[in-house]
């Protein structure tokens, strides 16, 4: 059974940082092409940022330069480093997982950044 479980979100004031986890079980984690993707109240789930198998990694425009997605093959675990967080940013955050015949979603954790 696959089972993606995000932890790390919370509340921070602008201009802070906070790193997202996803440790993820029941599949080849090195195989899976892993993103992050947001979904703010009232709008659509977008992508965050993704990094695929042999490590490249993609951002959306409105976080290039302030977030980082890594991941550790022998820990299962995808991170996303959020730095210089804005209002804007307070959404859930969700982890995926994904290849050409098999996508899984994780449960989601809350991002609020207020002052």
């Known amino acids: 059974q696959v089972q993606l479980v995000e932890s790390g979100g919370g509340l921070v004031q602008p201009g802070g940082s906070l790193r997202l986890s996803c440790a993820v079980s029941?599949?080849?984690?090195?195989?899976?092409?892993m993103a992050w993707y947001r979904q703010a109240p009232g709008k659509q789930r977008e992508l965050v940022a993704s990094i695929i198998s042999g490590g490249s990694t993609n951002y959306a425009d409105s976080v290039k330069g302030r977030f980082t997605i890594s991941r550790d093959n022998a820990k299962n675990t995808v991170y996303l480093q959020m730095n210089s967080l804005k209002p804007e940013d307070t959404a859930v955050y969700y982890c995926n997982a994904r290849t050409t015949l098999q996508e899984s979603w994780g449960q989601g954790t809350q991002v609020t950044v207020s002052s």
């Open positions: 029941g599949i080849i984690f090195r195989i899976y092409t």
